[in-house]
Structure formats: structure tokens, C-alpha cells
């Protein structure tokens, strides 16, 4: 059983509790690099220290190879041959299609389904009921709008929406962020 205690980092003896696992309380992929790199650098809280949280009516692959402090949710699925990157969140009855790579940060949404082959870069988010077809590789800090069909490659550091999902404009969530 898990316990939450919600504080400020002035507010914590980190160094005195330096053997308790942590996990991310959010979801969005910016923010959650944003505090990692603030607790890493800060308080030497490394990626060993993450905890992942899985759900267990969700199915993972035997042969999918997890990342560090994944969050899977009710009803998720992923697939064969699939690697997780470090903090991988994916909502209830998403699916992750065999030989998927997703890189660090990555946020897939309820009900998105990425089918096989696809390759999704760092901080990456894929929006409610997206769904990715075979092949397609997205960039890194891009963001996927709900609903939206991607059967094209889309470049780094965009949002892009609609059936066929095309860019719209450049993803300002991660401007001031440094990689």
C-alpha cells in the first residue's frame, strides 16, 4: 500500500528520507521533465529511485522492455517487442502496438491506439482516441490532438491535429525548457 504526502521541496528532509522510492504526481510530459531535472540536480534524486505503478488489469508483452517509473493505467495494453523510455505515462484503455519505441517523457492518452512499428521521441503527447498507424515515427516534444488520425511522419517540437493529422504550429510548452 501507497501513501501520498503532497509537500514543497523546502518543506522535505530529502536527505534524511533518501531511501523512500518516489513516482510523479503529474501527467504532462514537460512538467515532469521539468521536475525531474529540478530533483535530480537539486537533491541528487536519481532515475533508481522512481517507482512505476501499474495497474493490474492492464496487460504488458512479456517481451516489452520498461523504462523506470512508468504509470500504466486500468485496461492498458502493451504489445510485443515494445521499449518504454523512463516516465511513461499511458491512460486507461490505451494501446501500445508491437515494436514501439517511446522515449522519455511520453504521455499517451486514454483510449489512443498506436499500432506497430511506431517510434515517438522524447516529451512527446498523444491526445484522447488518437490513433497512430503503422510505421510512423513523431518527434521529439510534440503534441498529438485527441481524435487526430496519423498516417504521416511528424517533425520535433509541434502540434499537430485532425483526419489527416497535419502541423498547426509550434508546441510553446516546451520553449523555455532547456533538454
Known amino acids: ?10 518543506e522535505y528532509d530529502f536527505e534524511s528520507n533518501r531511501y523512500f522510492k518516489v513516482q510523479f504526481g503529474v501527467h504532462h510530459s514537460n512538467v515532469k521533465h521539468l521536475l525531474y531535472s529540478h ?16 495497474h493490474p488489469s492492464s496487460y504488458i508483452a512479456p517481451s516489452a522492455e520498461l523504462g523506470g517509473a512508468l504509470f500504466l493505467e486500468p485496461l492498458s495494453v502493451i504489445s510485443s517487442c515494445s521499449k518504454l523510455g523512463f516516465g511513461v505515462s499511458i491512460k486507461r484503455s490505451a494501446s501500445v502496438g508491437h515494436h514501439v519505441t517511446l522515449g522519455d517523457f511520453v504521455n499517451i492518452n486514454p483510449r ?4 506497430g512499428n511506431v517510434n515517438i521521441g522524447m ?7 488518437a490513433v497512430i498507424s503503422n510505421n510512423v515515427t513523431l518527434g521529439s516534444r510534440t503534441l498529438i490532438g485527441a481524435g487526430s488520425v496519423v498516417t504521416r ?5 509541434v502540434i499537430a491535429y485532425g ?13 523555455d525548457i532547456l533538454i
Open 112 to 115: 489512443a491506439v498506436l499500432s
Open 123 to 129: 516529451g512527446t503527447e498523444i491526445g484522447v482516441g
Open 153 to 157: 511522419d511528424i517533425p520535433d517540437g
Open 1 to 10: 500500500m501507497y501513501s501520498i504526502r503532497h509537500f514543497f521541496d523546502f
Open 163 to 175: 483526419n489527416p493529422c497535419k502541423v498547426i504550429r509550434e508546441n510553446e510548452r516546451w520553449a
Open 39 to 54: 530533483f535530480s540536480k537539486k537533491f541528487g534524486i536519481t532515475k533508481e529511485r522512481y517507482i512505476s505503478i501499474k
